[in-house]
């Protein structure tokens, strides 16, 4: 046996790289915390927690570096503002920083393995996490697992706490009841003591950009120009968000609900038809950019719905071997397959016969000016009262000035009442414009529209991809459905516009062939190969030639005036 002693074997023994930090020093931060402003201002507050603490550290003579947090934020997650700034703070201060003293383990964290995880890695560093309230010797294997502990149940805890919230939650949103704040648009009010959701100014204008994208079919980027210049901050990606959210046309849907959807008990924005157009022009588009290139050769595409499937769209694609475009349904074995230059003839037939006479766009126009004026005489009745209402502001403004400098009033009175006659001013003169901008554009809108009736085919079959798919919508606004079966195409709605146009041109040249005929109410819709007729009133008025004429312009709605033209 080697008698060698051990004694020189010891340069060969390994020891721990890692130094054990001695801090004697006896400084500490307090931290403070609470969930809620209610709990704030009950028995767990701030100043309690601070009170408590604070003796704590004078009992035990521990020194008061610093204090955080001293607010309500939750403890669900560590990306706490204070919290954040007061973990910074104990890593670098130029003191020595040994103990975090808080209140109880929960004012700290509520994370569970993750608060265990940061309570670790300061421990490295030296610095300990003393609960007045749930003392524990972090200094031992037992006060570390006791400590641990407690940060597992505090999770345990705000997860039963969460399962009884959500479950409160759910319950009222199943009754029809929002639940916090709602969206952009609406506001929550109390009347009689009972919290009620209203629709604000903003949302009015939420409303118009849910028209322009369903019927204008503007662009989510042209829509957030045009409500910035209205006075609302908005942004396309904001206003996306905004047309996906079934809330605007009454309904509920939330996370609570597991993808279930609630009728609310809210005010709806929009019609529930109106917030499907505008998701299934959203969805076209999203189609569009992803799955197809820019194919003028088939300028229908997305356009034109299969009328057995009815909620797809026909897509273009081309046969390299006869170097032919075709239109097809996808959904498999559907069988709607048309060739492009047939289907555009068809259309072409469809659109034809909206197309007027050149010489009667005279007549047609004095008709339409004629009646459009008097529909428009409400507009000219409220810029006459606008007008006397701004003379009556502007009167009130130059005697509280006259009295000012006279005065006969201070300028506490004046301060006080001038900014609102000014506003007042402000307001009535905007009115004024947007009331004179609405007739001098409805003036251009309808000779815009009546340059292109004599040439509507023309118009579409040389015009540009963009040129082609604009004047489509403009006279079918929910586009136009496909028959396999009987190979035709029609549609559920057409611009009143062109359809009234043209019933005016049959009457005309129905009166220049001296056959004065009955026009009835279903004739302004029906009579027309390719069309679904609309439903109409039982009671059906009849006149002749162009006392009739009045009656028709009557129906035109002035929204149909406002479609984006060439």
Known sequence: MDNTSLAIFQQFGVTSNKKRTRITENNCVIYTRVSTKEQAENNLSLGTQMKACEEYAQKYGINIVNYFGGTYESAKTDERKEFVRMLSFVKRSKEKIRWIVVYNVDRFSRTGANGIYIANELKKQGISILSVTQPADTDTPSGRLQQNIHFIFSQYDNEVRRERTMAGTREKLLRGHWIGAPPVGYDKIKINKEEKIVINETGKLIKKAFYWRAYHRMSSNDIAAKLRKLGMNMY???????????????????????????????????????????????????????????????????????????????????????????????????????????????????????TINGNLIKPIREQLYFRINQLTQDNKNQEKLLKERLKEIETKIAKAQEKHFLGEIDSEVYEKFMPKYKQEKTQVVMEIQKLGEKSSNLDKFIDKFLEMLPNLTNLWDSGTLKAREHLQHLVFPEGIFYDRKSDEVRTSRINTLFVLTKRISDIYEAMKKGHFENFDETSLYVGMTGFEPAASSSRTKRATGLRYIPKIISKIKSSDFQSKLF
Do not use: W
């Open 236 to 354: 396309h990606q904001k206003l996306s968000n905004i047309f996906h959210n079934p809330f605007y046309c009454g309904l509920i849907a939330h996370k609570a609900l597991n993808g279930q959807v609630i009728e609310g008990k809210h005010p709806a924005l929009v019609s529930k038809d109106i917030f499907l157009k505008v998701n299934d022009i959203l969805r076209g588009e999203r189609f569009k950019g992803k799955h197809t290139k820019e194919m003028p050769e088939v300028p229908l595409k997305h356009f034109v719905k299969c009328a057995t499937h009815t909620n797809r769209v026909l897509t273009g694609y081309l046969v390299k071997k006869k170097g032919l475009y075709y239109y097809k349904c996808g959904v498999k074995g559907c069988g709607s397959n048309r060739s492009a230059k047939v289907f555009h003839e068809k259309f072409k037939e469809l659109l034809d016969q909206f």
